[in-house]
Structure formats: structure tokens, C-alpha cells
């Protein structure tokens, strides 16, 4: 079974910094998209950061770019998302995904992956 699991979140004051980590299994790391996506109370479910498979290439949200870095470490079947400057609208429940199927064009897009973590929470303080 494909399996993610998430963690890192916690509450940091506005400017701070938080790194998440997803913990993947069940599949070949290499063969799957793999993103980051945010839920903030209240508000629809969005993109973040993405890694594509089919590129290589990671990218990145508007609201994120410049703060955030997502990474992956292939030998530990482990994604992270590095976030830096922190602002209270970054305050959300953070999802890891992953999927085979999603190809570059999609990459952006949430119903796109049929594989989700749990969720971590980050609270951000003003």
C-alpha cells in the first residue's frame, strides 16, 4: 500500500522557520509526482510546492516562491519542504501527495494525486 506520512508542523512566530518531512512507502519514489499542498480554515485546498517525475524539476506557488524549498531524498523515501519567513497567512494543515499518474502539465493540480498523508499542522503567529 502507498502510504504518506507527514510531519513537522508546530507554531512559529511570524518570520520563523519550520521544515515538514513525508515519509513515503509502498512505491518507487522516483516514478512519482510528489507535492506539498495547504488547507487554511475555511478555505479550498492549494498547491504549494511540487516535484515532477517526469522533469525533474520542482516548482513552486506564487505565494511561496522564494520562501519555501522542497526537496526530496531518494534513499530515504522522504520529501521535505523547507519554510522560511513565515507569514500568519501560511497558517494551514499541510498535505503530502503522491501519484504515478500525474504528469507535468497536472502537477499543480490536487485532484491530480490519489495519494494523501494525513496532514501537519502550521500555525504561524503575528
Known amino acids: 500500500d502507498v502510504q504518506l506520512q507527514a510531519s513537522g508542523g508546530g507554531l512559529v512566530q511570524a518570520g520563523g522557520s519550520l521544515r515538514l518531512s513525508c515519509a513515503a512507502s509502498?512505491?518507487?519514489?522516483?516514478?512519482?509526482?510528489l507535492g506539498w499542498f495547504r488547507q487554511a480554515p475555511g478555505k479550498e485546498r492549494e498547491g504549494a510546492s511540487w516535484?515532477?517525475?517526469?522533469?525533474?524539476?520542482?516548482y513552486y506557488a506564487d505565494s511561496v516562491k522564494g520562501r519555501f524549498t522542497m526537496s526530496s531524498d531518494s534513499a530515504k523515501n522522504t520529501v521535505y519542504l523547507q519554510m522560511n519567513n513565515l507569514k500568519p497567512e501560511d497558517t494551514a494543515v499541510y498535505y503530502c501527495?503522491?501519484?504515478?499518474?500525474?504528469?507535468?502539465?497536472?502537477?499543480?493540480?490536487?485532484?491530480?494525486?490519489?495519494?494523501w498523508g494525513q496532514g501537519t499542522l502550521v500555525t504561524v503567529s503575528s
Open positions: 501527495a503522491g501519484d504515478s499518474t500525474v504528469i507535468t502539465s497536472t502537477v499543480r493540480l490536487s485532484s491530480a494525486y490519489h495519494n
Open positions: 509502498g512505491f518507487t519514489f522516483d516514478d512519482y509526482c
Open positions: 516535484i515532477s517525475s517526469g522533469d525533474g524539476r520542482t
